[in-house]
């Protein structure tokens, strides 16, 4: 009797981590042409419950996404067939949107908020002022005084937005947009924000992550704009954003960086374009209480036309070697 149960059981639970397994890999095919499980990105999400103990994975097929995209289930990858032509875009305007809304759900391209999120292989796109036209005056039911706002083109425009999210990847993607805060990872108590072999193209602070962001060996493009990356570290001393292998170009005369609270930069074998300005990230004189002082570190940075003195070496090549990601998240996320 005993070994019958014994075998009873042992089958139960080697069904039991089959099914596991099997979930596990299970994932959901998207195709225009009909021939996967759903035709758009949000159907596909929506179809999802909203947490998981396995990682759930969206497979997109190539094809142009015209669709804005909420993302509130948690433990989730969205994985492209192809940067170049897996491409998620919408056009929207912040100030506009902030009209009719009391907050900044929606938008973005993609809004996130949901935790260990992964993107891959994908172009996020902001088209607004790509596709502008003139200025546009609209009814503004957030203006107290006018009831209405003019909406041009270097109104800010978001690829990428959070809320309520951390530990988010992005590996080998695109995020384009032509204003400011293309890609905004907000979470100044516990963000937690990798990115690795990406191109972020926009704005005004188009690469702005709050808290704790690691980027390496991606490209930053500056379409416009008085700073290409913003960093908000005000919450803990001990947060930072690392660039680590990047590169930097845009239009004549672009600049490096600014802040506007507590921050704290480490930029390490980064290559700057000729036409950068010679401006060091500065600091925007606000109100605000800055509680550490400037915390703006370079290593062994370059401009092949030959290099501007504020971002000769500051740190210790021995604390450069431990500079990873983990180095950057700690105990709070284990890639």
Same mark, same amino acid.
């Given at each position: 009797?005993? $070994?019958? #149960? *014994?075998?009873?059981? &042992?089958?139960?639970?080697? %069904? !039991?981590?089959?099914?596991?397994? /099997? ?96 993107? $891959?292989? #994908? *172009?996020?796109?902001? &088209?607004?002022?790509?596709? %502008? !036209?003139?200025?546009?005056?609209? /009814? ?196």
């Amino acid at each position: 009797m005993k $070994k019958r #149960l *014994t075998i009873v059981l &042992s089958c139960a639970l080697i %069904f !039991l981590l089959m099914s596991i397994s /099997a979930t596990s890999q299970q994932k959901l095919i998207v195709a225009q042409d009909g021939s996967g499980n759903y035709k758009t990105v949000q159907e596909a999400i929506n179809s999802l419950s909203d947490s998981s103990a396995v990682t759930r994975s969206i497979y997109i097929k190539k094809g142009i996404y015209k669709e804005k995209i909420f993302i509130k289930k948690n433990n989730l990858v969205l994985e492209g067939e192809d940067r170049t032509t897996t491409v998620i875009t919408a056009a929207i305007a912040r100030d506009e949107w902030r009209c009719d809304h009391i907050d900044d759900w929606g938008v973005a391209t993609m809004n996130v908020g949901a935790n260990d999120i992964t993107l $891959k292989n #994908l *172009t996020v796109t902001n &088209s607004y002022g790509f596709d %502008f !036209l003139q200025d546009r005056v609209v /009814a503004c039911a957030a203006d107290t005084v006018n009831k209405k706002k003019t909406i041009t083109k270097g109104s800010h425009q978001m690829a990428l937005r959070t809320m309520g999210c951390t530990r988010l990847k992005a590996i080998n993607c695109y995020f384009r947009a032509y204003a400011g805060d293309t890609v905004s990872p907000w979470e100044v108590e516990n963000g937690l924000w990798y990115f690795k072999d990406c191109v972020m193209e926009g704005g005004v602070d188009f690469y702005c992550p709050r808290g704790w962001a690691f980027a390496e060996n991606c490209e930053f493009i500056a379409n416009t704009g008085s700073a290409a990356i913003w960093h908000d570290g005000s919450r803990h001393q001990d947060s930072k954003t690392v660039l680590l292998n990047c590169r930097f170009k845009g239009y004549d005369g672009f600049l490096l960086g600014r802040y506007h609270r507590d921050a704290q930069f480490y930029l390490i074998n980064c290559l700057f374009a000729d036409n950068m300005k010679d401006a060091p990230i500065y600091r925007v004189v606000t109100t605000n209480n800055m509680q550490w002082g400037e915390r703006i570190y370079y290593y062994n940075c370059h401009r092949k036309a030959g290099d501007y003195a504020w971002f000769n070496n500051n740190i210790s090549k021995e604390l450069v070697e431990k500079i990873n990601a983990q180095w950057v998240f700690g105990d709070r996320w284990k890639l």
